[in-house]
């Protein structure tokens, strides 16, 4: 089993719908969530972190954090065509290596 | 957010040549820095983790003599890739680390090996 699970997709929805990007982890010793958005052929933009269980928002992002589940969400608002790209959800334990540990990530089109 | 840069943006280079990329914090000091190689629809792969001064730690099954890292200073990391070969040919990331939890990635080199 994988550290952390994330759908691949590919996920298509229509321009203004709102989206739903879903990871689950096993290992409760993550202390910091975090969701990048990667274009192609780009390097992955830090969009969100957050560390605490709850919601966390930033314009039409909003980051969601179940530590109970081992459930973290991004929901994206009104999305746009150029909110198109694979979004990557990554956590972290801070003590020792503090290496990122990826989710595979999730491709995602808005069609106009 | 940090701006991390990455130099050059694509290579192409023939087999058995060695091929060296850059990876510059631009507007912070890291400490810290990462290197990834990504796969075509595949997620990031670490490779290393570099400190700056300090001999880097590399990830199981990557060969260290291939992969030489270089953390110079605060600002500056670098990845080269020696006797390359076709397999090599990959999306190569470097990111930069700020505080304990948070890394910016570079924009990425594409090498080709030819």
């Known amino acids: 089993q994988k550290e952390v699970e994330q759908d691949p997709g590919p996920l298509s929805v229509p321009e203004g719908a709102i989206v739903s990007l879903n990871c689950t982890y096993s290992?409760?010793?993550?202390?910091?969530f975090m969701w990048y958005r990667q274009y192609s052929r780009k390097g992955p933009e830090l969009l969100m972190y957050?560390?605490?269980?709850g919601n966390k928002e930033d314009g039409r992002f909003t980051a969601q954090v179940d530590k109970s589940s081992k459930y973290i969400s991004l929901f994206i608002r009104d999305s746009q065509p150029s909110d198109s790209a694979t979004y990557l959800c990554?956590?972290?334990?801070?003590?020792?290596?503090?290496?990122?540990?990826f989710g595979q990530g999730t491709r995602l089109t808005i069609n106009p | 957010g940090a701006v991390v840069s990455q130099h050059p943006s694509r290579v192409i280079c023939k087999s058995g040549t060695s091929v060296k990329i850059e990876c510059r914090s631009l507007?912070?000091?890291?400490?810290?820095m990462f290197w990834y190689r990504q796969f075509p629809k595949q997620s990031l792969m670490l490779m290393a983790t570099?400190?700056?001064?300090?001999?880097?730690?590399?990830e199981q099954g990557v060969e260290k003599d291939k992969f030489l890292i270089n953390h110079a200073s605060l600002t500056l990391s670098t990845l080269t890739v020696t006797s390359a070969h076709p397999e090599d040919s990959s999306f190569y990331i470097c990111?930069?680390?700020?505080?304990?939890?948070?890394?910016?990635f570079g924009p990425g080199t594409r090498l080709l090996v030819l």
């Open positions: 290992n409760s010793a993550f202390q910091y």
């Open positions: 990554a956590m972290i334990v801070i003590q020792g290596a503090q290496k990122l540990v």
């Open positions: 570099s400190n700056e001064g300090s001999k880097a730690t590399y």
């Open positions: 990111s930069g680390l700020i505080a304990q939890e948070t890394q910016y």
């Open positions: 957050t560390y605490s269980s």
């Open positions: 507007d912070f000091q890291a400490t810290t």
